[in-house]
T-cell receptor, first 112, second 114 residues
C-alpha cells in the first residue's frame, strides 16, 4: 500500500496562475481532507469529503475548489493564486470521521 | 479563545527527562482527542488516541480531563528521537455545522538534547 500520495512535492506559482494539487489514497477510505499549514501554525481544514460525489467546506475554503469523482482521488484546485496561499498543503484520509487520519507527504507551494 | 490551545514551547530537555504538554479545548461537545507527532518538514502521524480513562503506550501517557477541558501528554525517559512537534487534535460530535471539522492545535515543539 502506498497510503496517501500527493503531487507535486514543490511548486512555485505566479500571482493569478492556477493549478491542481493531486491526492490519491489506496486504503479505500471514504473520508478525505485537505489542510494547509502555515509556518508555526496548526493545520487548517480547507475542504473535506465523506465519499465520492460529496464535498463540503472546512474552515478556510476561500480561493479553493475540490471534486471527488472517485473514492481514491481528491484533487484541490487553486484558481487565481495569491501570495496568501503560500503554504504547505496536506491531504489526508480516514476510515471514518473520528478515526486516525493518514496524511500524504505534503505539497510546498509558493506564490510570488 | 482559540478552539484548541497549546503552549508552543519550545521545550528543551536533556535525554532521560520527563516532559509534559497540555492542550486546552473550548468546545465542551468535543468527542475525540488525539496526539499527533510531526517531524520537521514531514507530515503529521498519529502518536496516540486519548481515552477518557487515560491510556499509556510505552513511555507515553495521555490523559483527558473533560471537566477542565484539557488533555495532556507525558513523555518519560526522553530520547533524542522524541524531538518533534506534538499536535493536539480535537474532533466534534457528528452533525451540525461542526461536522467534519477536525481542529488542530498549533503544536508544541520538543527538542531533546544529549
Amino acid at each position: 500500500n502506498a497510503g496517501v500520495t500527493q503531487t507535486p512535492k514543490f511548486r512555485i506559482l505566479k500571482i493569478g496562475q492556477s493549478m491542481t494539487l493531486q491526492c490519491t489514497q489506496d486504503m479505500n477510505h471514504n473520508y478525505m481532507y485537505w489542510y494547509r499549514q502555515d509556518p508555526g501554525m496548526g493545520l487548517k481544514l480547507i475542504y473535506y469529503s465523506v465519499g465520492a460525489g460529496i464535498t463540503d467546506k472546512g474552515e478556510v475554503p476561500n480561493g479553493y475548489n475540490v471534486s471527488r469523482s472517485t473514492t481514491e482521488d481528491f484533487p484541490l484546485r487553486l484558481e487565481l493564486a495569491a501570495p496568501s496561499q503560500t503554504s504547505v498543503y496536506f491531504c489526508a484520509s480516514s476510515y471514518f470521521l473520528e478515526a486516525e487520519q493518514f496524511f500524504g507527504p505534503g505539497t510546498r507551494l509558493t506564490v510570488l | 479563545r482559540k478552539e484548541v490551545e497549546q503552549d508552543p514551547g519550545p521545550f528543551n530537555v536533556p535525554e532521560g527527562a520527563t516532559v509534559a504538554f497540555n492542550c486546552t479545548y473550548s468546545n465542551s461537545a468535543s468527542q475525540s482527542f488525539f496526539w499527533y507527532r510531526q517531524d520537521c518538514r514531514k507530515e503529521p502521524k498519529l502518536l496516540m488516541s486519548v481515552y477518557s480513562s487515560g491510556n499509556e503506550d510505552g513511555r507515553f501517557t495521555a490523559q483527558l480531563n473533560r471537566a477542565s477541558q484539557y488533555i495532556s501528554l507525558l513523555i518519560r525517559d526522553s530520547k533524542l528521537s522524541d524531538s518533534a512537534t506534538y499536535l493536539c487534535v480535537v474532533t466534534p460530535r457528528g452533525g451540525g455545522t461542526s461536522y467534519g471539522k477536525l481542529t488542530f492545535g498549533q503544536g508544541t515543539i520538543l527538542t531533546v538534547h544529549p
